[in-house]
């Protein structure tokens, strides 16, 4: 099992829509979650992060996490061509692990006029 | 700098060879990671540092890959007699390595070096 799994994709939305993106762990020990934006040829760059059960929200983003089955989501309202990207889950390690930043396969988001 | 800085940018090598790459962080930044992505791929965790001490080096795939950082600063990724399946983009990333509450760590990403290994 891959210590961060999300669904490759590619997830295709119309532009105005929402996109939901999805990440599972296995660490149960893990205390932060990041979303990373990838463009082409690009390095990635923080969306949002997110520590405490429940929603968080920022502009058009909203980061969804549920520790108890160690989920994580990342909703993108208003969905525009401009975020067409690869986006990464990242989480961080339990235990003395904190300092690692292990990230996911990344799903590639297509936004269609 | 004001970001963090990579060299060499691309690096075209013949497979048997040594190469070095080597990251420059933000001024500041105490965390320091070492990432590959190989193409079409997500990014692979292979070490990273606390100062100048590596608490994490699960990520290494070979006894060929080395990584040292002097001084809490510059970060040099050693990789000895390349093979063909090393072809990827070494991605380095620092931090602040700052905790508030459950724990943020904003990596910032480098752009890269491209290695290929013919």
């Known amino acids: 099992q891959k210590e961060v799994e999300q669904n490759s994709g590619p997830l295709s939305v119309p532009e105005g829509a929402i996109a939901s993106l999805n990440c599972t762990y296995s660490?149960?020990?893990?205390?932060?979650f990041f979303w990373y934006r990838q463009y082409s040829g690009k390095s990635p760059e923080l969306i949002m992060f997110?520590?405490?059960?429940g929603d968080k929200e920022d502009g058009r983003f909203t980061a969804q996490l549920n520790k108890a089955s160690q989920y994580v989501s990342l909703l993108i309202r208003d969905s525009q061509p401009s975020d067409s990207a690869t986006y990464l889950c990242?989480?961080?390690?339990?235990?003395?692990?904190?300092?690692?930043?292990?990230f996911g396969q990344g799903t590639i988001l297509t936004v269609h006029p | 700098g004001a970001g963090v800085s990579q060299s060499p940018s691309n690096k075209v090598t013949e497979k048997g060879k040594d190469v070095e790459l080597r990251c420059d962080p933000i001024?500041?930044?105490?965390?320091l990671y070492w990432y590959r992505q190989s193409l079409g791929q997500g990014l692979e965790f292979l070490i990273y540092?606390?100062?100048?001490?590596?608490?994490?080096k699960s990520g290494l795939p070979s006894d060929r890959f080395s990584a040292e950082r002097t001084g809490g600063s510059v970060s040099t990724l050693t990789i000895q007699r390349t093979q063909q399946e090393d072809s990827a983009v070494y991605l380095c990333?620092?931090?602040?390595?700052?905790?508030?509450?459950?724990?943020?760590?904003?990596?910032?990403f480098g752009e890269g070096s491209r290695l290929t290994v013919l």
């Open positions: 990333a620092s931090s602040l390595a700052k905790w508030t509450g459950g724990g943020y760590r904003e990596l910032f």
């Open positions: 997110i520590y405490s059960n």
């Open positions: 990242a989480v961080t390690g339990g235990g003395t692990s904190y300092g690692k930043l292990t």
């Open positions: 540092f606390q100062g100048n001490s590596a608490p994490d």
């Open positions: 660490d149960r020990g893990s205390q932060s």
């Open positions: 001024s500041g930044h105490t965390a």
